[in-house]
């Protein structure tokens, strides 16, 4: 864990999110890249300077921008943070994705509103584009009053041998950042089995992928969002933490729109994994 990208639209909930990658990278002795994305009328990046001056509204937002990430770059230096600051310019057509593999980052930290709906409310459709493709763990988090604490993680699988390695990577890291994982399969009457089944399905499952022991906890409920955020509710968890399937398919349990509904309704970070990148 050694980059963090914290992509940031200068709002509350993007400084939360940015206040929380602090704690992680203060934990594992990260570097962080804070990111801004400008979306321009043209691309700006063939304009001359003179040019840019037919865009006094674009060349003032710049302006503003860049003030806004120096101050942010500032008050982390002064921590004595590793923090960099990358502003960029997008006509709509290129992703934040890019820069994963391009800057080499290992997590993405994004901030979410919360309630108001995830799909126009997370920091633009740029860091939208993140959750459904990032190919590194996208750890998604909303202000709150109360001390972060990350002991206990609900990890959400659904055993199948193409969520293995994304298994490992999301146990790797949650315990890199001092977390436990509590492994969690919920029953749901569109594809329930009987709890034999689940356990031994879970088995041979932990025996391929797993590292360390786990115990296997099944709850049952009408849909997958509603098991995860009530069994992390009354086990008290401090996050979730899930591998979605980036296609869109019914007879996939963990779609992307299960990971937005979480982070739509759940009071808790949500750490997603795509585990279809590849393929798209």
């Known amino acids: 864990m050694k980059k963090l990208l914290v992509p940031t639209d200068f709002s509350t909930y993007a400084d939360a999110a940015l206040d929380f990658a602090v704690h992680l990278a203060q934990k594992v002795d990260a570097e962080i890249l804070i990111m801004h994305v400008i979306l321009t009328p043209v691309n700006w990046a063939k304009l001359t300077r003179e040019q840019e001056k037919l865009y006094p509204d674009t060349l003032e937002v710049i302006k503003k921008a860049k003030i806004e990430l120096s101050a942010r770059k500032s008050r982390l230096s002064a921590l004595g943070l590793n923090v960099s600051e990358l502003l960029h310019f997008s006509d709509g057509k290129e992703r934040v994705i890019q820069f994963l593999s391009l800057e080499k980052i290992d997590m993405v930290v994004m901030g979410s509103h919360g309630k108001y709906g995830f799909k126009s409310h997370v920091l633009g459709s740029n860091t939208y584009t993140v959750l459904r493709k990032s190919e590194v763990p996208v750890f998604i988090v909303k202000p709150g009053e ?44 569109a594809n329930f089995m009987e709890d034999q089944k689940i356990r031994e399905m879970g088995a041979q499952f932990l025996e391929k992928f797993a590292f360390y022991t786990h115990g296997i906890h099944i709850y049952g ?57 590849k393929d798209k």
């Open 146 to 189: 109360e001390v972060f604490s990350f002991k206990k993680v609900v990890l959400a699988t659904d055993f199948k041998e193409s969520s293995g390695k994304a298994f490992q990577v999301l146990g790797d890291t949650i315990r890199l950042l001092g977390g436990e994982v509590e492994l969690l399969y919920v029953n749901t009457p």
């Open 221 to 277: 409920a009408y849909n997958v969002e509603r098991g995860i955020i009530q069994y992390a509710k009354a086990e008290n968890a401090d996050a979730v933490a899930l591998i979605t399937h980036g296609k869109t398919d019914l007879q996939q349990l963990f779609s992307p729109s299960v990971t937005e509904n979480l982070v739509t309704y759940l009071d808790k970070p949500v750490i997603s994994l795509n585990v279809t990148t």
